[in-house]
């Protein structure tokens, strides 16, 4: 299982391809879709390598993409619980 | 709200204009100048920079006066009421941050100690020749409020009328001094705390979630906030919102810039202030302001000696411009005399808001000295023989 | 699994999201300089009502405008001065100056040198793009030499500041320079700048895609990440005079100055103490003086 996921907000993509070029472990690419202005925002194509490290989320110039780490599933109820 | 007793200098004292006007602003709260040197205007800072200390408050002598016109903002914007003190060359420096001032509505006063200009011109000789300068000096359109003191004791009094405007109306204020009225040494009385009236911050008591930092609020002027409080409020000298956010549509630009006008022009009557004297039954009214106002007193003493009806207007807010009351003498008499330390600025005004119903008699002079008596009394005479 | 309403880009925060999309341009480096600052103060666990943001004019300074955070879109090279008011007269706040090389060491140049001389407790963060962005390209005083630009069409020739040397001279406590490769880098120097008193300086070189890097023939932004990749090298505490920039050189990268020595308030406080013992009266706390 990854050990952690992308998220990706769409609409805000400038797609410089910040995040695909710098994730250490290439996760991303620049999807072949346009958003409402016309880029191609990244897409996933190995979930399963994804570290949550979210250097994408600080190379992203707008605010448009973040890695999260997948918590153990006791953490997950734990987080369940708090919300 | 009385005022803060920390800053009341209470007592009668033998001073000049720049050192009452500096205890004028302590009396009103002023708890922050920057400053730039500035001949002659220092001598407000220097007595700010020896008394503050010892009230509870700073002062920053800043590398320019550009610097010093943004710092008092920015001091503003931190909780404090504060002004700054310059002259012409120096006034000319700060112009964009009172579009800024006016723009970000920031309640503060920019005292301006008039010398003869263009440029270094005379800078230690009077003239009151920033007038025009005052009210149109930043690009765009907007409102400020500006006064004349015509003596050290004005200098205390209405330096804190300057303040109080400031922080009702939210505008930066003009206090339009010159070299004599600066540095005219009289008896300057200053009253107990609890005599001096003084307009607190427009504070919003709003929650974080209902605030809107320039919400009209009904009157037209909008609660403050200060940083640090938590608001998380934004702040910009571009045309924004209601939200504080930049909007730049024709739109917004029109609800927002009349409103920075409509502010202070719906507030006239309250906001202009006069001297007037014998007006009702004079054929010639002599309008002036600031030093010019005490030689035109003198000429306007010796045409009545000579059985000849003078009134006497002065001037003591000038910005906004009392239209309604020039409007009024003129239906009334056969001519407005105004002389003033200037080539020609304050008679437009008379002479538009006169719209023809009497004549307008300019007395220029360019400054350097005062007016000769004679010289305006020769024009009253005139005026009413013609 | 979890889901993806539990997770939250850790910027988001400190944005002002109603204003997102952010008019900044495809590969500009702006956007990136402030995940860095958002992650420093997260890590610096800065009370963020006590921070002011303060900015100028330009495309940096329009941070102000996208930051959660009391914050102030000034006058053009006027911010340092406007930060200068607010933290004097509101000693507690924690106040940053955001904005550009432009804004700060050419029209703000004079502030910039005078607010390091008198060592007022503020964080310059000045992200440097090489280039007047927002008005279209026109050499800035950073420009390096032989770059072309809309005011130098033919290649510039005026020397650029250093700007860690110019600041270093000038007083500044703690000078850092990162590039906007360097995220984690540039977010732990603004954590450190945080811990420090005084004036801190750090910049930031930041791709400006549209107008430098394209008149220059140098790609767009990532081609331009990349080559921060390739020429930067990490040498702290090197003397600030070799770091200047060179058109396609190296870049210097890393905390140059890092020093004590009292600022601006201590400084004045201990002056009053000395001269007027007790007749001084310490600035009041800034408190509400409700209507």
């Known amino acids: ?83 | 709200m009385k005022a803060d007793p920390h800053g009341v200098l209470t007592g009668t004292h033998f001073i000049d204009g720049d050192h009452a006007c500096c205890e004028g602003a302590l009396a009103a709260g002023a708890r922050f100048a920057a400053g730039y040197p500035i001949t002659p205007s220092t001598e407000v800072v220097e007595r700010f920079a020896a008394r503050v200390p010892t009230v509870g408050g700073t002062f920053i002598q800043m590398e320019d006066e550009l610097a010093a016109s943004i710092t008092l903002q920015g001091a503003v914007w931190g909780g404090a009421k504060a002004f700054t003190v310059t002259s012409g060359p120096g006034f000319s420096l700060m112009m964009e941050h009172i579009g800024y001032a006016a723009m970000t509505e920031t309640p503060c006063v920019f005292v301006d100690v008039q010398r003869g200009g263009p440029s270094t011109g005379l800078p230690t000789l009077p003239a009151q020749a920033d007038m025009m300068q005052a009210r149109w000096g930043s690009h765009g359109d907007y409102e400020i409020i500006a006064l004349c003191p015509n003596s050290p004791q004005e200098c205390f009094d209405l330096t804190i009328k300057a303040f109080n405007l400031a922080e009702e109306f939210r505008v930066p204020v003009m206090f339009m001094m010159d070299e004599v009225v600066g540095h005219m040494t009289e008896k300057v009385v200053i009253p107990p705390a609890d005599q001096i009236e003084v307009v607190p911050r427009k504070h919003t008591r709003k929650s974080v979630e209902d605030y809107l930092p320039y919400g009209s609020n009904g009157d037209m002027v909008p609660e403050m906030a200060h940083a640090g409080e938590g608001y998380k409020f934004h702040v910009t000298g571009l045309t924004h919102d209601e939200r504080g956010y930049p909007n730049m549509t024709p739109q917004t630009q029109d609800k927002l810039v009349r409103r920075l006008q409509n502010k202070i022009r719906a507030a006239v009557d309250r906001i202009c202030l006069f001297e007037e004297d014998g007006i009702d039954s004079a054929d010639v009214v002599v309008v002036s302001y600031g030093i010019t106002s005490r030689v035109a007193q003198r000429a306007v003493q010796m045409a009545r000696e000579r059985g000849l009806k003078v009134g006497k207007l002065r001037l003591i807010t000038a910005w906004p411009f009392p239209d309604q009351k020039i409007a009024e003498i003129a239906s009334k008499v056969k001519a407005l005399v105004v002389p003033e330390l200037n080539l020609g600025q304050m008679v437009r005004e008379v002479e538009r808001a006169a719209q023809g119903k009497a004549k307008t008699i300019a007395l220029p002079h360019a400054g350097g000295g005062v007016h000769n008596p004679d010289q305006i009394l020769n024009a009253i005479v005139e005026a009413i023989r013609c | 699994m979890l889901n993806i309403d539990d997770t939250v880009n850790p910027v988001e925060p400190f944005l002002r999201s109603d204003r997102m999309p952010h008019i900044w341009c495809p590969g500009c480096g702006i956007g990136t300089t402030v995940n860095s600052f958002a992650r420093a103060l997260i890590d610096s666990k800065i009370d963020l009502e006590s921070l002011a943001l303060v900015s100028g004019i330009g495309c940096t300074g329009r941070v102000a405008g996208y930051v959660k955070l009391d914050s102030f879109h000034t006058t053009h090279g006027r911010a340092i001065p406007f930060a200068t008011g607010l933290k004097l007269a509101n000693p507690k706040l924690n106040v940053v100056v955001y904005s550009g090389d432009g804004d700060l060491s050419a029209i703000g140049g004079n502030h910039l040198i005078h607010a390091a001389r008198r060592n007022i407790d503020l964080k310059v963060i000045c992200v440097n793009n090489l280039i007047y962005a927002m008005t279209g390209g026109q050499t800035a005083p950073t420009t390096p030499g032989h770059a072309t630009t809309s005011t130098n069409p033919y290649g510039t020739f005026e020397p650029a500041f250093n700007l860690p040397h110019l600041v270093e001279a000038a007083g500044a406590v703690y000078v850092a320079r990162w590039t906007t490769f360097h995220v984690r880098q540039l977010a732990r120097s603004i954590s450190e700048a945080f811990q420090k008193k005084g004036f801190s300086f750090i910049e930031v070189i930041s791709p400006c895609p549209t107008l430098y890097q394209r008149r220059n023939k140098m790609g767009d932004g990532l081609d331009t990440m990349k080559y921060y990749k390739e020429k930067s090298k990490v040498k702290h505490g090197t003397p600030t005079s070799e770091v200047g920039l060179t058109l396609n050189g190296e870049i210097a990268v890393g905390k140059f100055v890092d020093r004590d020595r009292p600022d601006y308030q201590s400084m004045m406080r201990a002056q009053y103490v000395e001269s007027l013992g007790e007749r001084y009266i310490e600035e009041p706390e800034v408190e509400c003086v409700c209507g």
């Not at chain 1, 996921?5 to 072949?32: D, Q």
Request: contains cysteine; glycine residues 10%; hydrophobic residues 35%.
């Open chain 1, 1 to 83: 299982m990854a050990k952690g996921r992308v998220s990706i907000v769409v609409e805000r993509c400038k797609a410089c391809g910040f995040c695909v070029e710098f994730c250490p472990t290439h996760v991303l690419a620049l999807s072949s879709a346009f958003n409402s202005k016309g880029y191609h925002p990244p897409h996933v194509v190995h979930p399963e390598k994804c570290s949550g490290c979210d250097l994408c989320g600080m190379y992203c110039p707008d605010f448009a993409i973040y890695g999260t780490k997948v918590a153990e599933p006791k953490l997950v109820k734990a987080a369940g619980g708090e919300k």
